[in-house]
């Protein structure tokens, strides 16, 4: 148990400290105009409380991303609590701080934008065709999963079929993109992102007041079940430590951020929130079942995920936890499908200087889209899925990398953004050369080509940088 409550604490700490050290570093000036006012149009620009814009933020990058992640990650032992917090508060936040805070400082520009400011016009084109395919899948996944899940509830007559739930999510995420931020996203999200902080606490809590044998970190090397950790860990556990998912999102709230004095709490604490929702997930996967490790996989093999939060809940929990695990496996990935449609629209709207202050035009936009994502239900593209994983990290890494050059532009010191760049050029770099869905090497060769792949980009970032920062010496 100590090594849960060392990871939690090391949260904790992370955000008073770290955190606030990240935003100074930054340079946040709560006496800037943010884009919320200067380019306030009452329907993506809206001024929002700084609560409600946290609970929206924590749900837009969580969604069920911490509680699945987090419990298949739990597979490879507690190294995972060393994932969770160190990759936290060091990659994760920073990557999300950066993420909304740099969309503040440029407008609300959407995340593609700023990394093209920053690293060319060829990364703002690929991150363009990257972005919109990240988050159509997101979005298409997240109407597939809970029509199912609803259809399959006992219910009888059309509320038993899929393709009724699949119409209503539909309709409903359509809504969600087109209207107002404040019409329906800003009254839905914080009361279901209340609930899912609700119910991490309540696993947590009663986690430890059962007193659940909850494994020590022994040996951060060893791999249960012959599962190699690195880079497989540092990929399976993505929400609840770093995603480039919550690059597309963050913007979403630059745009209704009062004050930059906020920005810590938004958007580095929105992360910290959701690596503590991981953290509890993982530490419950581990010690809730009968033989550890074990009997997690036993249940997983079984019914997956859902089935392990579902015992898990209400055996913590009660009658009540089940309720809570049944309403968070449905609305959570519906609250992270919409904002995903809606964060493609914005893209879009962006690429194309299209004002969106007309319902015409917000329609001609959307509309395309979800013709494009109701298609996409008729195939089973499981094999295309499997690439979200190795596309998610690498847009975080990317994500970071233009972070860093921002820093470099600012005058300011960019290890904070570089260093973990570089990290997560290794562990994609290593996992696309290993994986099944890769090029399926051995770790022989691919644990240097990793590191091999991350040292020449750092060089690279280096070379580039002094020359930038040279041409802005002389400008000067």
């Known amino acids: 148990m100590f090594s849960f409550l060392a990871a939690l604490a090391f949260l904790i700490i992370g955000y008073l400290v770290y955190g606030k050290w990240v935003d100074r570093h930054f340079g946040a000036d709560p006496d800037r105009k943010t884009p919320a006012y200067t380019m306030q149009d009452g329907v993506d620009f809206v001024p929002l409380p700084w609560h409600k814009i946290f609970l929206i933020q924590f749900l837009n990058i969580a969604g069920l991303g911490p509680i699945f992640g987090a419990i298949m990650g739990a597979l490879y032992g507690p190294v995972a609590f060393l994932w969770i917090a160190f990759g936290c508060i060091l990659g994760g936040a920073v990557h999300d701080y950066f993420s909304g805070m740099l969309s503040v400082r440029h407008q609300g520009q959407s995340i593609p934008e700023i990394v093209g400011n920053y690293l060319g016009e060829g990364s703002r084109k690929i991150m363009r065709i990257f972005s919109v395919i990240l988050l159509v899948l997101v979005g298409v996944v997240f109407m597939m999963g809970p029509a199912g899940l609803l259809a399959n509830l006992g219910m009888k007559g059309i509320f038993a079929e899929t393709n009724f739930w699949l119409a209503i999510i539909l309709a409903y995420y359509f809504i969600a993109t087109v209207l107002p931020i404040d019409k329906v996203i800003s009254k839905i999200y914080p009361v279901f992102g209340l609930t899912l902080l609700i119910m991490a606490v309540g696993v947590g809590g009663m986690m430890l007041v ?46 209704c951020l009062p004050t930059e004095a906020y920005g810590r709490r938004v958007f580095f604490g929105a992360m910290v929130a959701e690596g503590i929702v991981a953290l509890i997930w993982a530490a419950a996967a581990m010690s809730f079942f009968p033989n550890g490790l074990e009997g997690l996989n036993e249940v997983l093999a079984k019914g997956g995920a859902g089935l392990v939060v579902n015992e898990v809940s209400i055996g913590l929990m009660g009658t009540m936890g089940g309720m809570l695990a049944i309403l968070g496996v449905i609305a959570c990935p519906i609250t992270s499908g919409d904002t995903a449609f809606r964060s493609v629209r914005l893209i879009f709207a962006d690429a194309m200087n299209i004002n969106q202050t007309s319902i015409k035009n917000r329609l001609v936009l959307a509309l395309p889209v979800f013709a494009v994502s109701f298609a996409l239900t008729f195939i089973d593209f499981n094999i295309i899925w499997r690439y979200f994983a190795f596309s998610n990290q690498a847009m975080a890494t990317i994500v970071l990398w233009a972070s860093a050059m921002y820093m470099v532009h600012e005058d300011k010191s960019h290890w904070l953004a570089s260093l973990p760049a570089t990290f997560m050029t290794a562990v994609c770099t290593t996992y696309i050369l290993m994986a099944p869905e890769g090029l399926s090497l051995l770790p022989n060769i691919s644990y240097p080509a990793g590191i091999v792949a991350a040292i020449a980009s750092l060089v690279w970032f280096m070379t580039v940088a002094s020359k930038r920062k040279l041409a802005i010496t002389t400008s000067v």
């Open 210 to 255: 059962n007193g659940l044998p909850i494994p020590e970190i022994t040996d951060p090397l060893s791999h249960p079940q012959d599962l190699p950790a690195w880079p497989m860990l540092f990929v399976t556990i993505a929400c609840g430590a770093i995603s480039g998912f919550h690059a597309t999102q963050s913007p979403m709230m630059s745009r």
